[in-house]
């Protein structure tokens, strides 16, 4: 993959100039950025800047405090809505009680206005380029067979951080791509333990028809009963990776197949692995960064757990509980190696709840769900703690978006000169959210895009068009053509009253804006050859 | 009105006989309760009479402290939506923060199950009689110039309290008939400082085209258009009342008329009359009863109040920071008279979000709105607090009845015998749940009556027929047929799923059982003579 001339001749250097030269390249090195991102920095460039210096100290102070650059513990949870966790207005009250992530909630900051793109390939490539997905061409949800996946002209955030000597890690649900250049050890990560795909698929795979959790696991939830015609079953017939397990730029080696009772306890595995990996780099002297992707609740697993307020009958209750306990065990694994005041820890969904999954599926207070643009697809759940730098209870209702933590991860890791600067990065910077506080944030806007099956709808190129724009408290969706105003309204449910009509004008200014950007940086188009074997 | 004769009885025997009697009671005085209520006492009868043992106990080990039984402050909201504050997913993300409100319930138990009727006069009527209002007659929302209301045979919590030693006191929104007979000091309050009806029918009288906020305030929040056609002025030519101030039994004095105005301060004025309510009681010795009904968010004020994130151009956000303003100075007041460890103070909204005065009105994440009997109608924030008595801290998910207040109120204040038991009374006496915490409600079902616009639809006389109940998590619609889990489904959007038909059975029962106790004890009919004049 192409890096950037300057970071590659950074990393050259000694030490005492290399750190010379990364405080002016601020200056030297100037990220290409959306419109509406550029509009805000000539703006508030200056205040910006006096609050990136305090943030640099603060974090030289912290690098020198444990020798070492910050570890970034980064978990991607799955279809998890704003609703589930009990610090969302869930927990006991949907039969899921999650105290270990209401404490991490009550330590750290969670945010209210979090948003991701609206269904899971997607959200994970803006995870990992910083990028809205419709410009890396991969801008839908893969399914198995499909070869298509992240180009390595695309620069991970592992990647990034491998610059800056991190030792990087990989767990759980990959769905970039499953060819072997799509691989995890292929896009920057030292070592991946991981599934291909979305684990969904498994039901239909493994029993066509009838399948039962119950039998599967003995447990006495509602049985999902699948009955694919038998015209459509070589359809099934493609060979599915299992449990992978790989290091940097090697061929994975598949230790296990995946099934559905392997999935009731493979989260539980891949928790392990996280911890195992963080110890060894604790050990090492080495700041690592830890991607943990879990499975649930995208998968139609049926743990075997237990909780007060659990909602015993509902498998999807039973996934969240075990999620939540597994985090209670990553929480812990910190707090005994005594770096929990090192470890920047993330956690986020991907989207909103699977309504087609109903009812083994998550929840939302907001209207709409996953794949959807509404806020119950895109507004998502998210915590960030790391004690000592983030200052405990905090729910700022800043506008946050996850590629923001692709460039704001890159900026604690000292890392910046690795990102690209020959396309639009749409992450910001938001260290001095998480150092300050609400009221922070670097973005008052978000674009969302959503995958549309038919392709050249749009006039970009790929199968997904901007759907929706959030621009201050105001929500326009372009399709329908209905105005929100989420501070009224937060869950959509009242549309287009003329007091909000004076919006369309400065929106308009925004999408002419971004759709020039996009000519001068045009979206990647990746060519799809049919849909084929697994490599 | 007729009282029981036991009560009347033993408030004429000396303390200590009284207090044996009082106690032996509980087995001699049996209050009609509803099916429901009674298959739950038979299998708990036992656990609940020692659980109200200790909870004796602890009340007279409270009552030789302060030497004189717990003061009650009822606040009442109006139109108060499950999201509107902070504590409830609201506050700033609503553009309204509620300080004083989420802090009662970081200090007290805020109720994440609490149940009111679908509207205003029939929640009031439930929580002055502890009986659905479709028992008493009066179960709709009244408007003024309407010769019905609270008939003097139905034994208010006013009364109940007068009869054990208490100063009552009632202050706002009445709302339960505007005839003499029917007015709050003829109803057991020594003293009331109030408005008869409904603060919403104000832009209608007073400027019936183009009536602005703007212009009446200098506020820049939306106007309200409304344009009444000629032929129907007329309708509006009632005289209304203003500001009612009354004595016990005596005849109010109106001492302002009120107008828009004037209800941009009316609350806060209110507010200043139930502190000086509760000080001189306080001095003088005496427990008090300090009902407070608050006109915020049912009138179309926007109160010149400030605020971080507050929405400042929205009149109902205004409205609520007003409302937790004054909230603040009560329980300042209450504190500063160091008796906050002898005071209940429960804060209720009288129902949900009404829908049609978008967008100046207010919110919830639930389903439905105000006169529905979706959650979103009916399920409503309530915060308890109680120093010392109430853990702080709690989020109960008990399901809880408005009519509930009644019982508990009662019990706590040592007139349970003053409960009259010649009727079915459907509050139940919650007062193991407040002092002992989540899983101590005594009620695991909820019947919710809708009021509807044709009379003689439902079998039993009133205009009201039930249209939903709650059994455990399972929500029936009876019209609609709908069935819901609502801890799969809080916000009732996936219906009739057949893993919940098991519930038809039960719910049936239920269904019949409460019919045979209304031929038992026949809902009272109001006949009312042609809508007239104010008395």
């Known amino acids: 993959m192409s890096k950037k001339r300057q970071s590659t001749f950074l ?95 009550d330590e750290g900051m969670r945010f209210l ?18 990028r809205h997905p419709v410009r890396t061409g991969l801008d839908e949800v893969l399914f198995p ?10 620069v991970t955030l592992a990647e990034v951080l491998s610059e800056a000597g991190y030792a990087t890690g990989m767990f759980g649900k990959w769905h970039l791509g499953e060819l072997q250049e799509h691989q995890p050890q292929y896009q920057g990560f030292d070592y991946a333990y991981y599934n291909l795909y979305n684990g969904a698929i498994w039901p239909w795979r493994e029993n066509a028809t009838h399948y039962d959790t119950e039998n599967d696991t003995g447990i006495t939830g509602p049985p999902y009963f699948i009955d694919i015609p038998e015209a459509y079953e070589e359809t099934f017939d493609i060979p599915l990776h299992g449990i992978m397990r790989a290091k940097r730029n090697t061929p994975a080696e598949e230790i296990d197949p995946l099934s559905l009772s392997r999935f009731n306890t493979f989260d539980n595995e891949l928790t392990d692995e996280v911890i195992a990996f963080m110890r060894d780099q604790h050990e090492a002297g080495i700041p690592f960064f830890a991607y943990f992707a879990t499975n649930t609740q995208q998968v139609f697993s049926c743990p075997d757990v237990d909780s007060p307020y659990l909602d015993k009958s509902n498998c999807q209750a039973r996934q969240l509980v075990q999620h939540d306990k597994n985090m209670a065990r990553l929480f812990e694994s910190l707090d005994n190696m005594g770096i929990d005041e090192n470890t920047l820890v ?58 923001d933590w692709y460039t704001t991860i890159a900026n604690l890791a000292g890392a910046k000169a690795a990102i690209p600067d020959d396309r639009v990065i749409d992450g910001v910077d938001q260290r001095s959210l998480l150092f300050n506080g609400e009221g922070y944030s670097r973005r008052d806007y978000v674009f969302f895009y959503r995958y ?84």
Not at 13 to 39: H, M, T, Y
Not at 41 to 64: I, Y
Not at 497 to 503: F, K, S, T, V
Request: with cysteine; charged share 20%.
């Open 145 to 154: 067979g499909q070869v298509k996946g992240l180009v390595a002209d695309e």
């Open 113 to 130: 206005s979090h948003y991701t793109e609206p269904s899971c390939t997607p959200t994970r490539v803006a995870l990992m380029t910083g």
């Open 11 to 105: 990393a050259n250097l000694p030490g005492s100039i290399l750190l010379i030269c990364f405080l002016c390249s601020f200056e030297v090195q100037a990220l290409q950025v959306d419109a509406a991102q550029k509009a805000l920095r000539e703006k508030f460039g200056s205040e910006w800047a006096t609050q990136d210096a305090a943030v640099d100290k603060q974090l030289r102070s912290l690098t020198a405090r444990f020798e070492r650059r910050p570890n970034i513990l980064v978990i991607l949870a799955d279809d998890i809505g704003w609703g589930e966790l009990g610090s969302y207005g869930g927990g006991k009250l949907k039969g899921a009680p999650t105290p270990a992530l209401d404490q991490m909630a």
């Open 346 to 403: 993330l956690w986020i969904s991907d989207n909103g709840p699977m309504n087609k999954f109903y009812p083994s599926t998550g929840f939302s207070w907001l209207r709409g769900y996953k794949s959807e643009v509404y806020e119950g697809g895109v507004r998502t759940p998210g915590i960030a703690k790391w004690p000592g730098s983030i200052a405990p209870g905090q729910t700022p209702i800043d506008i946050v978006h996850v590629s």
């Open 452 to 535: 549309i099956a038919y392709k050249n709808l749009s006039s970009t190129g790929p199968a997904s068009m901007l759907s929706a724009i959030r621009m201050g408290d105001i929500k326009f969706h372009l399709q329908s053509g209905e105005i929100y105003n989420l501070l009224r309204d937060p869950v959509e449910s009242h549309p287009g009253r003329r007091e909000y009509l004076w919006a369309m004008q400065p929106i308009r200014r925004m999408i002419w804006e971004h759709r020039a950007m996009m000519k001068k940086y045009p979206n990647r188009v990746i060519e799809e050859t049919a849909g084929g074997k697994v490599d």
